[in-house]
């Protein structure tokens, strides 16, 4: 069986390396940003103002999530975690955690994530997303890549945008569309969102395998595509380059640009934000909570994050390095 797979993995290699002769994806875009480790450090922005998705969370700065060891860096690792060592106090604003915002902005780019861990558990709301660096929300767009909350196992992107952006139902992508209207003022701000086929995209079953790569492209004229790929089948599709083999299949999740949702006119350049946020408007909703096995060991969300602090062991992010990409202008 296993034999089988990895010769019908070769061959639609080998079909992959025919029809891209002409022009390899990865030569129409230039690596110009690769943050690995201390890297973050330059780029970003710990950001310490209340949730404004209303979780359980405390944002500390740089130098307090530094010293809590809430950030650690190394030469080839990032790490940022929620507080796994105290109760929290009735007076604090809830379980210290990380919320960062790259300095720079980014208009069509492609970003590639490199990451081993995220945060995953009961309670636990993380997102790697970036955002209209000009705004104000939903002014410019916001673009979720990776998203879920408490014990999922599926990734869920997004668009959150201005009115009058809709997705068709069907469309070229491998995941399940959850819902069609991008508008932040309908639904709830639900946005459009697609639910990824495969299981190991997310929390437990992710890190499990050890995590994988996020690609998001952000593009004009294309619109916005973002796949998932194990660590593992990479190293069955061996040798090849990641980045070629990703762009030349069909996205996980795919929000076209046309007339139910002009690009141009919702989207421009973002930023990059990685957060952990508790509980809150997601993860931490009665019904939401309720409907999760994490009911059985606490009433609420809110209870479960102020008595547990062993059960956020789990709860950060490990990258290993974000590559960002421009498409490539040839000189004149
Ligand atoms: C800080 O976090 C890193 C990454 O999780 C870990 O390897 C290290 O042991 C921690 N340091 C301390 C002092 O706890
Ligand atoms: C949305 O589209 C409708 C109908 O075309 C138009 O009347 C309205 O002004 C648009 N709203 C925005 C915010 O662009
Ligand atoms: C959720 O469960 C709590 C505790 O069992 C209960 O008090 C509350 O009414 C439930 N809420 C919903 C929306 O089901
Ligand atoms: C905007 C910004 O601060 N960019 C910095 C990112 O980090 C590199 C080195 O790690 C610096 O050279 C950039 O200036």
């Given at each position: 069986m296993y034999t089988r797979c990895a010769i019908l993995a070769f061959a639609s290699l080998v079909t992959v390396a025919v029809n891209a002769?002409?022009?390899?994806?990865?030569?129409?875009?230039?690596?110009?940003v690769s943050h690995v480790g201390y890297d973050f450090l330059g780029n970003f922005s710990w950001e310490t103002a209340d949730d404004p998705t209303n979780g359980c969370v405390n944002y500390v700065d740089k130098a307090t999530a530094l010293k809590e060891n809430l950030t650690f860096v190394s030469d080839n690792k990032f790490v940022m975690r929620a507080d796994d060592t105290k109760k929290v106090t009735k007076s604090a604003r809830g379980r210290d955690s990380v919320r960062i915002h790259s300095l720079d902005a980014y208009d069509d780019a492609l970003f590639v994530l490199d990451i081993s861990h995220m945060p995953e558990g009961c309670a636990t709301w993380p997102a790697w997303w970036t955002l209209s660096e000009k705004g104000p929300w939903p002014y410019g767009g916001e673009i979720d890549i990776i998203e879920g909350v408490n014990l999922g196992q599926r990734n869920l992107a997004s668009l959150h945008t201005t009115p009058n952006c809709s997705m068709p139902n069907v469309r070229s992508q491998k995941g399940t569309t959850k819902s069609t209207s991008c508008d932040t003022s309908v639904n709830s701000n639900q946005g459009c969102g697609v639910s990824f086929?495969?299981?190991?995209?997310?929390?437990t079953s992710f890190n499990a395998v050890g995590g994988g790569f996020y690609i998001m492209e952000k593009s004009s004229t294309k619109g916005v595509s973002v796949w998932f790929i194990t660590r593992d089948s990479l190293l069955l599709l061996g040798g090849q380059p990641l980045l070629d083999l990703v762009l030349l299949s069909t996205p996980d999740a795919y929000f076209p640009t046309d007339k139910n949702c002009d690009y141009s006119k919702h989207f421009d350049a973002h930023s990059i934000v990685f957060d952990l946020t508790l509980c809150g408007d997601w993860a931490g909703s009665e019904s939401v909570w309720n409907a999760s096995t994490c009911a059985e060991k606490a009433s609420t969300c809110k209870s479960f994050v102020d008595n547990n602090p062993h059960e956020f062991i789990e709860a950060y992010w490990e990258i290993n390095s974000l590559k960002i990409y421009t498409p490539y202008v040839l000189l004149r």
């Open positions: 002769q002409s022009l390899l994806p990865s030569l129409t875009y230039d690596l110009i086929p495969a299981q190991d995209s997310y929390g």
